[in-house]
């Protein structure tokens, strides 16, 4: 499962994240390259985390 808020750096490049409900697909595609003051980044979708589904 893909924490509901996580920070984008903790995203790489080429992983993929589903919605065990409607099917829905994000991929990443490029990497954070340093946020100055952080952020969050939510990873939800029908109500539910969203699951990895590769790296």
Known sequence: MASSA???NVL???QRFKCGECGI???VVDECKGCPEG???TLN???K???MVNR
């Open 6 to 8: 996580s920070s984008c």
């Open 12 to 14: 790489s490049k080429g």
């Open 25 to 27: 697909a994000f991929e």
């Open 39 to 41: 952020c969050n980044i």
């Open 45 to 47: 979708c029908c109500g």
């Open 49 to 51: 985390d969203m699951d």
